[in-house]
């Protein structure tokens, strides 16, 4: 088995509250899962969002910056 680390910051924070832009839906973030890939050292996010069960991507601006 290989041995692998990564570091990486994810954007957002169980409990944030976000909303949809196209039909203004808001939502919870209720869990967040990470995936990194040793290949191609990349690493993404999923998020479950008001406990559904479901996990999620979602598309952060480059230029996003947290407040």
């Given at each position: 088995?290989?041995?692998?680390?990564?570091?990486a910051?994810?954007?957002?924070?169980?409990?944030?509250?976000?909303?949809?832009?196209?039909?203004?839906?808001?939502?919870?973030?209720?869990?967040?899962?990470?995936?990194?890939?040793?290949?191609t050292?990349?690493?993404?996010?999923?998020?479950?969002?008001?406990?559904?069960?479901?996990?999620?991507?979602?598309?952060?601006?480059?230029?996003?910056?947290?407040?």
């Amino acid at each position: 088995m290989q041995y692998a680390t990564f570091k990486a910051h994810c954007p957002f924070e169980i409990g944030d509250k976000i909303r949809d832009e196209k039909s203004g839906d808001s939502y919870t973030i209720t869990d967040i899962a990470c995936t990194h890939f040793v290949k191609t050292n990349r690493v993404e996010f999923q998020y479950e969002l008001n406990d559904s069960g479901r996990y999620v991507g979602i598309a952060v601006p480059a230029n996003w910056i947290s407040i």
